[in-house]
C-alpha cells in the first residue's frame, strides 16, 4: 500500500463563480508523487486520488491524466475531470530585500486552474488538510492502492 499526503485546494472561478475542490499530492522529492493522479467531479463534489496505470502512465502526461480521468468516472457512477493548470501567479520578488524582510512577506507561487465548467481562470482560494476538507462535508474518493495519511 502507498501512503499519499496532500492537500485539498478550493478554487473558484472569476468567470462563471463555480467552486471545486482538487488535490495536491505532497512529497520531499518527485518520486514521491510521480504516477499519483486527481480528478475533480463537480456533481456531487469529490475529489479522487489514485495512481495512474501502467497504460495510462505511458499515454504521457496530458492523454494519461485524462484517462484516468474516464476511469474513475466509470468506477464511480460520476463525471470527473482532470483539471489543467495554464499558468502560476508569482509571490512578491523581494528584490532589495534584505533576508529577514523577505521572509515576512514571502508566498509561494500559487497555480491557476482552468475551469471545467466555462474554460475561464480559476484561482486557489482556501486550501485544507484532508481531514478538515472531510468535515466539511468533502468527499475524497482514494481509487487504486493508495492510503491517505
Known sequence: MRRVEGQVLTIRCTSCSSIFPTFVFSGDTDMATAGLETATSLEPTSVALG????????????????L?????SRQYGADFVALSVPRWVQGPSGEG??????????????????????????????????AE??????????????ALD
Open 51 to 66: 495512481e495512474l496505470t501502467a497504460d495510462e502512465f505511458r499515454a504521457g502526461y496530458e492523454s494519461g491524466r485524462t
Open 68 to 72: 484516468f480521468a474516464e476511469r474513475i
Open 97 to 130: 530585500l534584505s533576508l529577514e524582510e523577505f521572509r515576512k512577506i514571502f508566498k509561494p507561487a500559487s497555480p491557476v486552474y482552468d475551469c471545467p465548467r466555462c474554460g475561464g481562470e480559476a484561482p486557489v482560494i482556501s486550501q485544507q488538510s484532508p
Open 133 to 146: 476538507f472531510l468535515e466539511t462535508g468533502g468527499q475524497l474518493l482514494v481509487a487504486s492502492s493508495i
